[in-house]
């Protein structure tokens, strides 16, 4: 089983839990979870009869950047041969995590079937992430 995704848009990390000082309980800041629904809003769009996948998975990531506007035409010519990385936020880290809570219980069943990961980060003209989750 494969689920393959091109989501446009800028991409957003998982940022960390926050603290409701009145309450004393942690939530999860709006931002992160509005781009969870929306990654998950796109796979369901795309996959609508989906089924979470039972076994181990594999999951490659490609999270592409917008180019800085101040860049010059022979540096983004570089960018987008790939030669130059985006070296700036969010963490790789943290794109895996936000990635695997979106599709947790969707893609597939649990997060903890991913035993493979590929993730990089690239800079394209025009921001999106690209993902490929299947079984193996």
Same mark, same amino acid.
């Given at each position: 089983?494969?689920y393959e995704?091109?989501?446009?848009g800028?991409?957003a990390?998982?940022?960390?839990?926050?603290m409701?000082i009145? %309450?004393?309980?942690a939530?999860?800041?709006?931002n %992160?979870?509005?781009? *969870?629904y929306?990654?998950?809003q796109?796979?369901?769009?795309?996959?609508p009869?989906?089924?979470?996948?039972e %076994?181990?998975?594999?999951?490659?990531?490609?999270a592409?950047?917008?180019?800085?506007?101040s860049?010059?035409?022979?540096k983004?010519?570089e960018?987008l041969?790939?030669n130059?990385?985006?070296t700036?936020?969010p963490?790789?880290?943290?794109?895996?995590k936000?990635v695997?809570?979106?599709?947790?219980?969707?893609?597939?069943?649990?997060d %903890?079937?991913?035993?493979?990961? *590929?993730?990089e980060k690239?800079y394209?003209?025009i921001?999106?992430?690209?993902?490929?989750?299947e079984d193996?």
């Amino acid at each position: 089983m494969k689920y393959e995704l091109e989501i446009l848009g800028e991409i957003a990390g998982k940022a960390r839990p926050r603290m409701n000082i009145r %309450t004393g309980k942690a939530y999860t800041p709006t931002n %992160t979870k509005n781009y *969870e629904y929306y990654l998950r809003q796109f796979f369901i769009k795309e996959y609508p009869d989906f089924k979470p996948i039972e %076994t181990r998975v594999n999951i490659k990531i490609i999270a592409y950047f917008n180019i800085p506007k101040s860049t010059s035409k022979k540096k983004e010519a570089e960018m987008l041969a790939n030669n130059i990385s985006p070296t700036k936020k969010p963490d790789i880290d943290n794109i895996i995590k936000i990635v695997l809570d979106a599709m947790n219980k969707f893609a597939f069943k649990d997060d %903890t079937q991913v035993t493979k990961i *590929e993730v990089e980060k690239k800079y394209a003209e025009i921001p999106k992430i690209y993902l490929k989750i299947e079984d193996y």
